[in-house]
């Protein structure tokens, strides 16, 4: 596979990590936030779901967008996007309508981000970063 330039690889990561960095973000200034969040999708303990999450999220964007560890955490933040739209865009358990047109749409973009963390993945075997 033909690599970009340097800078339009970076901006691919950076870019394709943005809602893995804007997430935890987000839960840090909105604490309270963060935790009923975790709550509300049936995560407990809270506190420790919201810590973990934004820990994981931001440490494995580093890695992606850094190179260290990229195959990895590429493939972590893949399956953790894939667990996180099946426990939050459950769009089989909704009745037909908008909500769950919504609910699909999102669902389906997420199999899309999974599937470019893969492809992230994929090519960077063998690389150093």
């Not at 997430?23 to 509300?40: N, R, V, W, Y």
């Not at 967008?65 to 894939?82: E, K």
């Not at 699909?104 to 492809?119: K, Q, S, T």
């Amino acid at each position: 596979m033909q690599r970009a330039t340097p800078i339009l690889h970076r901006l691919g990561l950076v870019l394709l990590c943005a809602a893995y960095v804007q997430g935890p973000l987000t839960k840090m200034l909105d604490f309270p936030g963060a935790l009923a969040e975790m709550a509300h999708f049936g995560l407990r303990p809270p506190l420790l779901f919201a810590l973990g999450v934004i820990v994981f999220e931001l440490a494995a964007s580093a890695a992606v967008i850094s190179g260290a560890l990229r195959r990895p955490a590429a493939l972590a933040l893949g399956a953790f996007t894939i667990a996180a739209s099946v426990v939050a865009l459950p769009f089989w358990t909704l009745p037909a309508g908008h909500e769950r047109l919504m609910a699909m749409n999102g669902f389906f973009e997420h199999l899309g981000l999974a599937g470019a963390f893969l492809l992230v993945a994929l090519a960077t075997k063998g690389e150093p970063s």
